[in-house]
């Protein structure tokens, strides 16, 4: 399994203004092998990874690059030295066609030396084809899939001639049969003598591909490139949240056969839903499955009034409604929606923790004079946000400094603190560690348990599986059919795709 | 703010309070920068020039303070969407003449005719916020267009005459001053730097225009009507660029159509400067009132400190470009550094 040493990160040490981002962290990368970088958010992956690709600079220790110390000043120094890099964001130019994404450095010697289309696109579809990608390299990036575009992007890092692929949570936007494709490809590209770091929370796909781990907690090695052989997931997870994982089975919870809070009859936008029926009773969780694509996010988003509805009736505690606007479904029908796009959709990251808790409730606590006092706001989240226990150092912390995990909290404790009676929660755990995931799936229980109609999208489905009391099945932007959960994780997924798989046949 | 240190668990050791104490934070703020190049430009031109720190040299400097300013914020309300109003120079001169013929033409009383010249300029900012809204095109191409209409507009109906006999009590108040040194409209600008701070920080309106500014999605899906505030902060731009059009006129006694140049577009420089110096982020979502009032000062004492060492007007219109050339790089720098931190 061990080739030669490509990378080597030796006791690498980062601080940022007021945090200690990384500490003595150690790992090496061997060609031919593929390995997992592990921690929760906020443990320093993340740090880690722009270390070796020179967008930050160590405060002490070394990286080594087939034994030399390099020291890169930017991403572009390290792509020269064979270091790939796949980032969490999305970094294609989406009018731009595959094949020019592919070669974007080096689309001509200089600015104004004229491109040649044919030799691009077929050095393109070379690495395309390695890929397995089966697509036209001159169609725009902007039609392909999104896993479509996650191999592109891999595609772009192989062709710099990469012997070092770092891959960030490569497979969160993935379906399972996409994640199964790009697997093989790793393994294909490991087996050419790449040496692959593969960064992802999803421990089951970790245990699938990978041979060696590292696993960093607070920002400190927990393991340095130990064999995957002979860990068990409980011990990696351990290593990471430093205790035993507490596996929350829940029971199924009985029906409750209030009246709906939100009900949707033959409901059509200009989204592109049709024929949508679907209840949210207070106290109940709905979950929302469906591959990416199906329509879900943009249902929720058309039940806030972003996009126009064209048919049927949307009701909310019986009363037939049209809202308008995200603002209008807060304020007149208690909507919240948390986004699955923390960063564009969900905060506002130049702004503190209380700016971003606070902003549901501003329009309530100001006076009439509109005059609105910190203290007032403190009042109304800190007591949801300590129940959350978000961590940070004071509530005029900008949000953007806080980890991932923290965001997610306080996008979820604004809806709270604002006593939202309807909270649509898009894919929760995007990007989200073990133990917040537990908490927020706890949370999403007692919000219910105290009355709360709760509608869920996520494509986890052990997550759907262990959360939601029934699961409504989306495709094509209509409803195909509805699972009642009784928690047998084979049952209801099989369930889930034949649901998928009709709809797809019909 | 140790009270509040109750939110964080257990683990808060490893994310310590990474807010600098107030003392930290004045050092290193935009304001303090200021001030120390206030206090250097000051020391400079008063031991080179006697006659710099003269009560009519001061007054005057205040007086040109107070107007940059109040065109500053102007532009500092609409910076703040992320976007811009090139039309504020326009909008400054139209409702100044706009004042002239209420006072002149229509006989109006000064009471009245005050607050009917800033609705008017908050109108104006209305017509540019609705149609950026409901167009979704970019400020600066429809602030450009509505620029050349709006003075086009004002040429046309004044026949580009002033409006030269108006009511003493006008230039009186231009003149007026508060104790020795201090101009009645560097004090008005001052009150409105208050009366914008606590807008930003104490209410909730102020507030969704900052959130709005910063990521106008997260705001909307969190119940923000980004549209309204958007229109809002055009409108309070106008009436700010109304006001500072009447604080021109009370400066001078007159309503002139070329007050601000051809289209008005000799307060662009000002309007950019002054925001931009004292800390306003251009991608929008970040103020700094009181950066502005000094941004404007330290413009304006350098300028009149130059004019009095007799540089020549059309170096000192290079130096000013330098110096917004080099507080955009300035701006370019504070943003760099918040994405490094993760905060955009």
Redesign the interface.
């Known amino acids: 399994m061990s080739g030669a040493l490509l990378l080597q990160v030796s006791h690498v040490s980062k601080s ?5 981002a990384l500490t003595d962290v150690s790992m090496t990368l061997h060609a031919g092998s593929i390995h997992a970088l592990l921690g929760e958010n906020g443990a320093g992956k993340s740090t880690l990874i722009k270390i070796i690709t020179g967008l930050h600079h160590p405060d002490s220790g070394d990286v080594m690059v087939n034994g030399e110390v390099r020291r890169f000043a930017n991403p572009r120094q390290a792509a020269a030295a064979g270091i790939g890099v796949v980032h969490q964001e999305r970094n294609l130019v989406t009018r731009f066609s595959v094949g020019e994404n592919i070669m974007l450095e080096r689309l001509g010697r200089h600015a104004l030396s004229s491109i040649d289309y044919g030799a691009i696109h077929t050095e393109a579809s070379k690495w395309l084809r390695l890929l397995d990608l089966d697509v036209d390299p001159r169609l725009p990036v902007s039609r392909l899939s999104v896993a479509q575009m996650q191999l592109v992007e891999i595609g772009k890092a192989l062709s710099l001639q990469s012997r070092v692929l770092l891959l960030d949570e490569p497979t969160a936007s993935l379906t399972q049969n996409e994640t199964r494709v790009l697997f093989a490809v790793l393994r294909k590209l490991a087996q050419d003598g790449v040496a692959i770091c593969f960064v992802s929370h999803k421990l089951e796909e970790v245990f699938e591909i990978c041979d060696t781990v590292t696993v960093l907690r ?2 400190r090695n927990a393991c340095d490139s130990q064999p995957l052989k002979g860990l068990v997931r409980g011990d990696v997870v351990k290593m990471m949240i430093g205790r035993e994982e507490q596996i929350a089975r829940r029971a199924p919870r009985p029906r409750t056969d209030v009246a709906p809070y939100l009900e949707l009859t033959d409901f059509a936008s200009s989204a592109g839903h049709t024929d949508i029926n679907l209840t949210v009773r207070p106290g109940e969780i709905v979950g929302l499955y469906g591959l990416v694509g199906a329509g879900r996010s943009e249902l929720a988003k058309a039940i ?1 009034g ?1 996009s126009r509805k064209t048919g049927g009736e949307l009701r909310i505690a019986g009363r037939a409604v049209n809202i308008s ?3 209008d ?3 007149q029908h208690g909507i919240g ?1 948390v ?1 699955e796009d923390r960063k ?8 503190s923790v209380l ?1 971003n808790a606070g ?2 409730v ?2 309530k ?2 006076n009439t ?5 910190d203290r007032s706001v ?1 009042d109304h989240t ?1 007591p949801v ?2 129940k959350l ?10 949000i ?3 980890s991932g995990g923290n965001q997610q909290k306080v996008s979820v404790a ?1 809806w709270i603190a ?1 006593g939202v009676k309807l909270l649509i929660i898009d894919e929760p755990s995007v990007g989200i560690d073990i133990k917040t995931k537990a908490y927020l799936h706890d949370l999403i229980h007692e919000l219910a348990e105290q009355g709360t109609a709760i509608l869920l999208i996520t494509s986890d489905m052990p997550e759907m599986v262990d959360v939601a009391d029934r699961i409504v099945v989306m495709s094509g932007f209509r409803i195909r059919g509805e699972v009642e959960n009784d928690r047998n994780y084979d049952r209801i997924s099989r369930a889930i795709m034949s649901h998928i798989h009709d709809s797809a046949a019909a | 703010m140790t009270d509040l240190k109750l939110i964080g668990g257990e683990d808060t050791a490893f994310l310590p309070d990474a807010r600098p104490s107030l003392a930290q934070r004045l050092l290193f703020s935009n304001e303090f920068g200021l001030l120390l190049l206030i206090g250097l430009a000051i020391a400079i031109f008063s031991v080179s020039l006697p006659s710099f720190t003269s009560t009519f040299s001061l007054f005057t400097m205040g007086r040109q303070i107070g107007i940059d300013t109040m065109i500053g914020l102007a532009m500092m309300t609409v910076i703040v969407t992320g976007g811009l109003d090139l039309s504020v120079g326009a909008i400054g001169v139209c409702s100044a003449m706009f004042f002239g013929w209420m006072l002149q033409s229509a006989g109006l009383p000064v009471a009245l005719a005050i607050p009917l010249a800033i609705a008017f300029g908050a109108g104006l900012g209305f017509i540019n916020g609705v149609t950026i809204v409901r167009t979704g095109v970019h400020s600066f191409i429809i602030t450009l267009a509505s620029m050349s209409i709006f003075f086009g507009v004002m040429i046309f109906l004044s026949k580009a005459e002033a409006f030269n006999s108006l009511p003493p009590a006008v230039l009186g108040f231009g003149k007026l001053r508060i104790g020795t040194l201090v101009s009645s409209l560097l004090a008005l600008s001052l009150a409105t730097s208050v009366a914008l701070s606590i807008l930003y920080r104490f209410t909730s309106g102020g507030r969704r225009m900052l959130a709005a500014g910063a990521n106008p999605r997260a705001a909307e899906i969190s119940g923000v009507r980004t549209g309204r505030v958007f229109i809002a902060c055009h409108m309070l731009a106008g009436g700010l660029a109304a006001l500072a059009g009447l604080m021109v006129t009370a400066r001078t006694g007159a309503a002139v159509p070329a007050m601000a140049g051809h289209l008005g577009q000799d307060w662009l420089l000002p309007a950019f400067l002054a925001p931009v110096l004292g800390g306003t982020l251009l991608s929008g979502g970040r103020v700094a009132v009181f950066g502005t009032l000094l941004g404007a000062a330290l413009v304006n004492i350098i300028t009149s400190g130059l004019l009095q060492m007799r540089v020549g007007e059309f170096w000192i219109q290079a130096f000013l470009g330098m110096l917004l050339l080099a507080a955009v790089l300035a701006d370019r720098a504070r943003h760099t550094l918040l994405r490094r931190k993760g905060m955009i």
């Open positions: 940022f203004p007021g945090v200690r607070d920002g806030l972003m606007s995200p603002a479904a807060l304020h929606y986004s564009q959709e969900g905060l506002i990251l130049l702004h700016g902003i549901t501003w329009r606590l100001a004079l509109g005059l609105l006092r403190i800190g946000l300590k226990e978000v961590k940070t150092p004071s509530m005029h912390q900008v953007g400094n806080l604004k604002a």
